[in-house]
């Protein structure tokens, strides 16, 4: 399908030449090129900036605490990628030598108590480790901030960690930036909700204070062009788009791009910035945790006081990305499911990352398993092709009232509830969040498992498998298999409890399981065999 020249993709380097390195012929960063590390690279903004760097020439080195994590991104095989945590100096300190920049892209935004502890003693420990490496210079995207005022702790906290690695004596670039605009980014997704979801709405005074908005296009264009610049250089950037406007122009404005009526916005003055993340939590996917620092940014008016980046970082030759045009970039990605990154691509705060013991015998404790299989009559082509899409708009195959209810206690709870969604609706990949749960290990054509990120008193785990009949031949090419029916259908729910709250958890929800996975079964494996006969239909 042909684009509208402005809808089309386009690496930012190409309005970076002359402060980027640029690409050997095959277009692949060269041999020598300048290293770039970059953390938080399973996170919404880092995902995106790796294959930015790559195509502007630098060589990029990916740190994560698991690895296993970034299996499956389009770019994995073309860097290197590194085990290491941000906060420990042991490894951290290793993974940035030889670095010529390094990207910190880590901050504990909506991870509860003790946050602003957690990200001064991380900024702390990698400034340290970064001077000690010899690194050439260090990039942070921290919030923009007003003078004069006295700031939420999430952003008190975002500034704090600028000043550290300002002072770190590594040549620092902080780039200060307000509501970021792009499919998939928890700022967007809030705007987008409120306005599709209420044409009527009360809202907080807040929605009049002045905002200007950035597009995370202009965002990773000022990442990778920060890259170059001279060593004399050591502060803060505010950065920006052209339009400034309030949270209620931006909404209005939506509604016109996305071809909906003009909204009633009627502001009050009794929404805290606690019950207004309250109130976004339960019309939004964005869960509580992280509409509460959003919602507490936007109660400060934040327009940027300079445009001091353009010195070393020109603005593109068709200038900055409007607002308008950011949410019609942004629309377009979503409509065509080509959302790289999600605001839910980081776990979320508090929830449990234990891999499945894969020890039959663990002894970690009890490990309770509800286990299913059934025959099924479809090939396993098209009984993973409904496992894959599980989720998200097409829901969990079984009692969707149960699952709503318990997705909103959850959402009470301050777990992601059931509005998460998916990144894209019919392909996963490892890590990504599926509803209240996160991908833990994919091996396409035969196990999808998932691990839940919902408050419960322990961990949980759903598998779903595809197996071979027990009466398989077995001298059936790959391809011929892939393609015949019957095939077994596996699935298995798994849970570990936390001291006794746990206990009494599996229990109280054990007599239901025969009605919520006995019927997600059924309806997947019938769902398969529909999908089947579709596909014999449509075969020569």
């Known amino acids: 399908m042909t684009l509208p020249p402005d809808l089309a993709p386009q690496p930012v380097?190409?309005?970076?030449?002359?402060?980027?390195?640029?690409?050997?012929?095959?277009?692949?960063?060269?041999?020598?090129?300048?290293?770039?590390?970059?953390?938080?690279?399973?996170?919404?903004?880092?995902?995106?900036?790796?294959?930015?760097?790559?195509?502007?020439?630098?060589?990029?080195?990916a740190l994560a605490r698991t690895p296993d994590r970034l299996r499956g991104r389009p770019w994995y095989d073309d860097v290197e990628v590194v085990r290491a945590d941000a906060a420990r100096p042991e490894e951290i300190g290793p993974a940035l030598r030889g670095a010529d920049v390094a990207y910190?892209?880590?901050h504990a935004l909506g991870t509860g108590r003790g946050f602003a502890e957690r990200d001064r003693s991380t900024a702390t420990a990698f400034a340290q480790a970064a001077h000690a490496a010899g690194v050439g210079r260090l990039v942070y995207l921290g919030g923009l901030t007003p003078d004069d005022e006295e700031l939420s702790a999430h952003l008190a906290s975002r500034a704090e960690v600028g000043e550290i690695l300002l002072a770190s004596g590594v040549p620092t670039t902080v780039l200060r930036a307000a509501v970021i605009l792009g499919s998939g980014s928890a700022s967007f997704e809030m705007m987008r909700y409120l306005t599709e979801r209420l044409p009527a709405m009360t809202v907080p005074r807040w929605v009049d204070n002045r905002i200007q908005p950035i597009a995370i296009r202009d965002v990773l264009r000022y990442l990778v062009g920060a890259a170059a610049m001279p060593a004399d250089v050591n502060r803060a950037f505010d950065i920006g788009g052209p339009d400034v406007l309030t949270y209620r122009d931006m909404m209005q404005r939506y509604a016109q791009v996305a071809g909906l009526r003009r909204r009633l916005i009627v502001g009050v003055g009794v929404l805290t910035p606690r019950l207004s993340s309250l109130w976004v939590s339960l019309v939004t996917p964005v869960?509580?945790?992280?509409?509460?620092?959003?919602?507490?940014?936007?109660?400060h008016e934040v327009v940027c006081q300079e445009h001091d980046i353009a010195a070393h970082v020109p603005d593109p030759p068709g200038g900055?990305?409007?607002?308008?045009?950011?949410?019609?970039?942004?629309?377009?990605?979503?409509?065509?499911?080509?959302?790289t990154t999600r605001w839910s691509s980081a776990s979320v705060a508090g929830a449990p990352s234990d891999p499945l013991p894969s020890d039959p015998d663990w002894a970690g404790g009890s490990l309770y398993v509800d286990e299913r299989r059934v025959q099924v009559d479809a090939s396993p082509a098209a009984l993973w092709r409904v496992i894959e899409a599980v989720g998200g708009e097409r829901g969990w195959y079984s009692w969707p009232l149960a699952w709503r209810v318990r997705g909103l206690v959850d959402r009470l709870a301050g777990g992601p509830g059931l509005r998460r969604g998916r990144r894209d609706p019919g392909h996963l990949l490892v890590d990504d969040a599926v509803d209240w749960w996160r991908v833990e290990a994919?091996?396409?054509?035969?196990?999808?498992?998932?691990?839940?990120?919902?408050r419960v008193p322990g961990l949980a785990w759903l598998e779903l498998r595809v197996e071979p009949p027990d009466d398989d031949p077995g001298d059936e090419s790959d391809a011929e298999a892939w393609t015949r029916a019957p095939v077994v259908f596996v699935q298995r729910a798994l849970f570990h409890p936390t001291g006794l709250a746990g206990q009494v958890y599996w229990w109280s929800v054990a007599p239901f399981h025969g009605v919520v996975f006995g019927g997600m079964q059924r309806n997947i494996a019938a769902a398969a065999e529909r999908a089947h006969r579709a596909m014999v239909r449509r075969s020569p």
């Open 320 to 339: 900055l990305v409007g607002f308008e045009r950011a949410v019609r970039l942004a629309l377009h990605r979503v409509q065509e499911a080509a959302v």
């Open 442 to 454: 994919l091996e396409p054509g035969r196990l999808l498992r998932l691990r839940a990120e919902m």
């Open 287 to 299: 869960p509580g945790g992280l509409a509460r620092p959003l919602v507490e940014s936007l109660v």
């Open 104 to 106: 910190y892209l880590v």
């Open 13 to 61: 380097a190409d309005t970076l030449v002359g402060l980027v390195p640029g690409t050997d012929a095959s277009g692949r960063p060269r041999a020598d090129a300048p290293l770039a590390v970059v953390t938080g690279v399973t996170g919404y903004v880092g995902g995106r900036l790796v294959p930015e760097l790559l195509a502007a020439g630098y060589r990029v080195r």
